[in-house]
């Protein structure tokens, strides 16, 4: 199977969203600062198999939020829940612009799986309304609870339009540390997994690549690949009281990780080298993993952290600010958005 990174835009957000998990930074934290922003890309993911075709997981944002805000969200929280220039999406980057340079339409989508509900990875749903949309059980009935107590976890607008959802359980037998799964196709080509935290039911994708290899698309269970060392380096927790779970999906991971030869783990917005490194060398070796690029992955995970996946010291992310005094500074250890 191929499978395809497409960035689908960028998102403004705090520094402490991504890496201040461990410091206690919050929702009001999330609300208040204005001053350490980072840019980061969102990734979507089309996978070509052989038989079923063209499917996405997730589908990044749309004109619509990243144009228009106010007309898009207005009369509702979420315009104060997220920023005017929350989003960037060049027209090139556009989805539809992304597939078609595969040659693919949206109508030729008949699968979406959707890890969650957050806006910068179902933004661009109404674009493929006839597509089926998969995801779990747990975040199709948490569509309407709220996040922090104020926003809808599936905002109207991006849902709306959806026609034919299937919301699945993780009834299929255990895998790694994951006492469950979910074989899309009942091929093991795509095999869904719970990893909750990060939302109610987010679920990630462990996807064949042929040749041995396979990827874990994360989602943001995992905001990076340093995230896999989650004693060290943790994003914020938007649910209240979702710290211990976050962290027990995350743990399932390194099991997984561990247990599973040839396996990579992509995550949505993975802005390291590692990240950069695997999205440059899928498009370049049309959909497939080469040798050379596992490789590199691998050194980069050698280099990270350690086989208890204890963070190396010298890869601690730190926030590097706008040397002009601008509110946008940059992290490191990373290649820019
Ligand atoms: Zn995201």
Redesign the pocket.
């Known amino acids: 199977m191929k499978v395809f990174p497409l960035r689908v835009g960028r998102t403004k957000v705090p520094y402490g969203q991504f890496y201040g998990g461990h410091d206690g930074f919050s929702v009001l934290d999330l609300a208040g600062d204005k001053s350490s922003f980072i840019w980061v890309p ?1 990734h979507a993911y089309l996978i070509e198999h052989p038989t079923v075709g063209p499917m996405l997981l997730d589908t990044g944002i749309a004109p619509a939020q990243a144009g228009g805000h106010d007309a898009y969200y207005g009369g509702t929280v979420m315009q104060y829940f997220t920023d005017e220039d929350e989003y960037d999406l060049p027209a090139e980057e556009r989805i539809e612009a992304q597939l078609a340079r595969h040659g693919r339409h949206p109508e030729d989508i008949r699968h979406i799986i959707v890890t969650h509900f ?1 806006e ?2 179902i933004g661009a749903l109404p674009l493929f309304p006839d597509a089926e949309i998969v995801l779990s059980r747990g975040e199709y009935d948490a569509r309407d609870s709220l996040i922090a107590g104020l926003v809808p976890l599936a905002f109207s607008k991006s849902v709306a339009q959806v026609r034919s959802w299937r919301p699945v359980d993780f009834t299929g037998p255990e895998i790694g540390g994951f006492e469950g799964s979910y074989d899309l196709f009942g091929d093991g080509s795509v095999v869904l997994l719970p990893t909750p935290g990060h939302s109610p039911g987010s679920t990630s994708a462990l996807v064949e690549l042929g040749g041995g290899r396979r990827a874990l698309l994360a989602g ?1 269970a995992l905001y990076t690949v340093r995230h896999l060392a989650v004693d060290d380096v943790m994003q914020m927790q938007v649910q209240n009281g979702a710290k211990p779970v976050f962290t027990d999906t995350v743990r399932r991971i390194q099991w997984l990780h561990r247990l599973l030869p040839g396996l990579v783990v992509l995550p ?2 993975d802005h390291t080298p590692y990240g950069a490194g695997l999205v440059r060398a899928l498009l370049d070796a049309e959909g497939e993993l080469t040798d050379a690029a596992y490789a590199a992955a691998k050194a980069y995970e050698a280099e990270t952290f350690d086989p208890a996946y204890r963070l190396n010291p010298a890869r601690r992310p730190r926030f590097v600010p706008d040397p002009a005094g601008g509110t946008v500074g940059t992290v490191t250890g990373t290649v820019g958005d």
């Open positions: 969102i957050h910068d990875h943001d949505a917005h």
